[in-house]
């Protein structure tokens, strides 16, 4: 009995090994294939085209990229739900509503306009569905392309929404978006906020008053730029 345990143990270690090495493997060759993209299409088309999220049997179409490409203000939303996957729109019905009102009450103009002057990317173009435990997770699969499209896009300032592009990005610690004042760093050269998840913000209207500090620390720099 224990010679079978300790070679069940020995089996189940060497087969998590084997599966490291090959996570391992996977995130080095999508590092590679994100670094060849040159633009937002075929970045785009490339997040299309790579077949290996776990989550991409559960949801029905990617949401890419919406807005103004050439805007120098970037957002970086949350993984779109179900509705907001058939709509193809980074927020539906009240959180759409709710964006809106950030936007407009920034000096900006918000997705639904012509003249549009944002650029807003899902940290996750997809619905997120769990993976066992040996596999790597569409979260460490989505950063090296998260990264490139915001090399790629190259913005003036860029906004958060929510934990999750920090979280993918591994910059929870650097950032230190825990500041009820509001917190301003940056990524890449670029000044970044985190605001509060749309979601919890209808559920948690308090939250809103985090969000918005942290909103002013990036239109006062938009206005000394006026200046």
Known sequence: FLLNKNQNNS?????????????????LEVESFAKTFKDIASLENGLVEFKKFHSLKGSNKFLLGSGNRNSKILFVSEPPSYEEE??????VEE???????????????PLNKSNCNIFVIPAVPFRI?????????????IKPFLKRY???????????VSK??????????FLKFDNKEGSLADYLGIPTIEIESIKSMINN???????????????????????
Do not use: C, H
């Open 11 to 27: 089996k189940s270690s060497i087969e998590r090994k084997s599966q490291n090495v090959k996570n391992l493997e996977l995130i």
């Open 86 to 91: 058939l709509q193809q729109q980074p927020y």
């Open 95 to 109: 959180a759409a509503k709710l964006f809106e009102k950030i936007i407009e009450a920034m000096g900006l103009i």
């Open 129 to 141: 569905v769990k993976t066992s435990d040996d596999k790597i997770s569409d979260l460490e699969l």
């Open 150 to 160: 915001i090399e790629i896009i190259s913005p003036k300032y860029m906004i958060f």
């Open 164 to 173: 999750m592009p920090a979280n993918i990005l591994g910059l929870t610690d």
């Open 205 to 227: 209207p308090e939250q809103k008053r985090k969000t918005w500090n942290s909103l002013k620390l990036i239109i006062q720099l938009m206005q000394n730029e006026n200046e």
